[in-house]
């Protein structure tokens, strides 16, 4: 989806227009920048001084913005079919 936003808006109007479009309220999402998934926070920034142009691609993210200092850490399980676990490897439990 695209949308047309000039680059003296501060991010949060940015969010606002999006909240918008979504139905959401600013505080039940959050921004992220596409490739490095960077959370984007400074409210009062205009887009310009956040780098945000035309080619730039921002990520909305259900939830709600993470605390400074604390990191998101996705975590997979990976199980690979005939592997015997070393005897010192505790095998972690799967939800059911």
Known sequence: ???DVRKDNTLLELKQ??????????????LKRYLNHKELKNMSAKLV????????????????PHQDGVYEV???QAI?????????EEPIPSEG
């Open 1 to 3: 989806m695209k949308l």
């Open 17 to 30: 227009r999006v909240g918008e479009l979504f139905g959401l309220n600013t505080s039940e999402f959050v």
């Open 49 to 64: 001084e956040l780098g945000i142009n035309n080619q730039s691609v921002i990520k909305v993210e259900r939830g709600r």
């Open 74 to 76: 996705n975590v997979w």
């Open 80 to 88: 690979i079919h005939g592997h015997r676990p070393h005897p010192q």
